[in-house]
């Protein structure tokens, strides 16, 4: 009998092991096993992306619950003052120490924890957005990326070509056959180096976007930019100061320690330790809110000179490529009648490749740069909020 049940554990036992090692199984062939992006390509603009990532996103589950708990704070204030009034009349009469302890303090404790709870909310939803935008950009350039290096490799493949021609032709040494072949190489290394950037950078978009990573996705949208018209700076700075979590938190800082100080200075005399340190609580808040005001005016104005001067870099790199272009033409015409050698075309052919790459890169700074603008003039990035 005994050994028919540990038999019947045994059988057990091993029915366990092998739907374990199955569900296993099962789970890794979900794995792609290549490197390629599976399913029918999923259309994606810039608006469809962010739509994406922000639907079902945990994080923004997570601040809407914050929002809720911030609710059930407040209701639980609202129950504590009403207490407090109905219990003693002298908590009510304006200015006694009851009274700012247990009703004005906890008003404006009430009024801040809802507000700061959806501002909060709000500073969540620009940093997802923020981030959804900075990878759908960075896609985009990993795309330019590959068809600037594509062309490289087309003009090495068609100069190569014509090192062969010379050298059939006698008008050119074997070494220089060699080293346009090179260059070949070279150009497919980078041109293949470029296609797993795009791989690298799609893989980063749909965990943004809650995808699989596999996920085969295309963009609707070009790596572009659009002249950025200037604005009154005035008024994006009092919108800042207006909107920012980091004023609002430090207005309220204010509050509170000047609501505390009323406390001490109806307690304490000048000179006790209490009243001066609630005095000084009362100073260091003023200088804090002063201190987020200049800070906030600074990043806004340094925001607005960056974007101004990507925008006048990208017209500079614009001209660059021009003259890098026109350079090449000439010095590949010079070489097919032997004026050049294939050092000064491969040395004009790299300055159109850099200065390519480098118009690129600057394009995506502005689009950034403008995006990082446009939220430093909003609610802001972080919260600092303090009850």
Do not use: C, W
Not at 105 to 110: A, F, S
Not at 177 to 195: H, I
Not at 204 to 210: E, F, P, R, S, Y
């Amino acid at each position: 009998m005994k050994r028919t049940k540990k038999k019947v554990k045994i059988v057990a036992l091993a029915a366990v092991i092998s739907l374990s090692l199955l569900g296993f199984s099962m789970a890794e062939s979900a794995i792609v096993n290549n490197m390629e992006f599976k399913g029918k390509a999923i259309e994606l603009t810039l608006d469809k992306a962010i739509e994406v990532g922000l639907e079902d996103n945990a994080t923004v589950e997570k601040s809407k619950l914050d929002i809720e708990q911030a609710d059930v704070d407040v209701d639980k204030l609202k129950n504590q003052i009403k207490k407090y009034k109905k219990n003693a009349g002298s908590y009510t009469r304006e200015g006694s120490i009851k009274n700012i302890e247990l009703v004005k303090i906890p008003d404006l404790q009430e009024d801040f924890i809802i507000e700061n709870a959806k501002r909060n909310h709000e500073v969540t939803m620009v940093n997802l957005r923020s981030d959804i935008e900075k990878s759908y950009f960075q896609l985009l350039q990993a795309k330019e990326l590959v068809e600037i290096n594509k062309e490289n490799l087309e003009i090495t493949k068609d100069l190569y070509e014509k090192t062969k021609q010379k050298f059939d032709l006698g008008l050119i040494t074997k070494q220089e056959v060699l080293q346009s072949e090179y260059n070949v190489k070279e150009g497919e290394n980078k041109y293949r180096a470029s296609q797993d950037t795009v791989k690298k950078a799609t893989m980063a978009l749909n965990i943004k976007l809650g995808y699989d990573v596999m996920t085969n996705v295309k963009l609707n949208d070009q790596l572009g930019y659009k002249e950025y018209k200037e604005i009154d700076i005035a008024d994006a700075i009092s919108n800042a100061l207006l909107n920012r979590n980091e004023i609002k938190a430090a207005e309220y800082a204010l509050e509170l320690a000047k609501l505390k100080f009323q406390v001490a200075d109806k307690k304490y005399s000048p000179n006790a330790f209490d009243y001066r340190s609630a005095d000084v609580n009362v100073k260091k808040s003023e200088k804090d809110l002063n201190d987020a005001n200049k800070m906030i005016e600074m990043e806004v104005r340094s925001n607005y000179l960056d974007v101004l001067q990507k925008q006048e870099d990208i017209r500079a790199g614009e001209k660059s490529v021009e003259l890098a272009k026109e350079a090449l033409r000439l010095t590949k015409s010079s070489y097919d009648v032997g004026m050049s050698i294939l050092t000064d075309v491969q040395q004009a052919q790299n300055r159109l490749l850099s200065a390519k790459l480098g118009l690129s890169q600057t394009i995506l700074d502005y689009n950034l740069a403008v995006l990082k603008l446009e939220d430093s003039m909003g609610i802001g990035r972080t919260s600092t909020a303090s009850r």
